[in-house]
Nanobody, 121 residues
Framework: QVQLVESGGGLVQAGGSLRLSCAASGSINRINAIGWYRQAPGKQRELVAVISSSDSTSYADSVKGRFTISRDSAKNTMYLQMNSLKPEDTAVYYC???????????????WGPGTQVTVSS
């Protein structure tokens, strides 16, 4: 069984920083693309940042220059460094990964349960 668990969320003042982590555990053969999503109350879930298996990255326009996605393949852990946070960044943040388990022939898509980020003005 493969699981993703996020951590690092919390309450921060505008202009502050947080670093989210997403740890993958279980019988993992390979982790391919990884993404961070967020969902604010009353809004649809949106893609914040993505990193491919070759470490190419892409960001939503709203976070470019402020957020950085990265991965530590040796630890099966992914990160989202968030700087210059704004109240509009308040949301539940989810990690999503395309993972091939050791017991499967194909990759499968997994979601973490989410972590709350609240930015006060």
């Amino acid at each position: 069984q493969v699981q993703l668990v996020e951590s690092g969320g919390g309450l921060v003042q505008a202009g502050g920083s947080l670093r989210l982590s997403c740890a993958a555990s279980g019988s993992i053969n390979r982790i391919n693309a990884i993404g961070w999503y967020r969902q604010a109350p009353g809004k649809q879930r949106e893609l914040v940042a993505v990193i491919s298996s070759s470490d190419s990255t892409s960001y939503a326009d709203s976070v470019k220059g402020r957020f950085t996605i990265s991965r530590d393949s040796a630890k099966n852990t992914m990160y989202l460094q968030m700087n210059s946070l704004k109240p509009e960044d308040t949301a539940v943040y989810y990690c999503n990964a395309d993972i091939r388990p050791v017991y499967a022939f194909r990759s499968q898509n997994y979601w973490g349960p989410g972590t709350q980020v609240t930015v006060s003005s």
